[in-house]
Nanobody, 119 residues
Framework: QVQVVESGGGLVQAGGSLRLSCTAS????????MGWYRQAPGKQREWVAS???????NYAEFVRGRFAISRDNAKNTVYLEMNSLKPEDSAIYYC?????????????WGQGTQVTVSS
């Protein structure tokens, strides 16, 4: 089993910055990628960014140029640096760890961390 724990959320004014952290522990062998998703009240969970073990990152269009994902493999930790935050970025942010095994995806989720951006 894989445990995923997020931290770093909080309240920030529009235009400000926050950094989220996500640490995976347990049976982390074979984790191919880690990423961030978010869910605002009344909306579906949406993908924000992801990064694989080689360091290749991808971003949703609505955060491209404002958010940056990085990872520290030695610490099994992924970071999401969020800049130029907007009120519409307010959501619970969830970290996801993905393992591909025999072609099947296995996903592990954290409990989420609240990000609130005031106008």
């Amino acid at each position: 089993q894989v445990q995923v724990v997020e931290s770093g959320g909080g309240l920030v004014q529009a235009g400000g910055s926050l950094r989220l952290s996500c640490t995976a522990s347990g049976n982390i062998d074979g984790i191919n990628a880690m990423g961030w998703y978010r869910q605002a009240p009344g909306k579906q969970r949406e993908w924000v960014a992801s990064i694989n073990t080689s360091g290749k990152s991808n971003y949703a269009e609505f955060v491209r140029g404002r958010f940056a994902i990085s990872r520290d493999n030695a610490k099994n930790t992924v970071y999401l640096e969020m800049n130029s935050l907007k009120p519409e970025d307010s959501a619970i942010y969830y970290c996801n760890a993905l393992r591909l095994k025999s072609g099947h995806p296995y996903e592990f989720w954290g409990q989420g961390t609240q990000v609130t951006v005031s106008s």
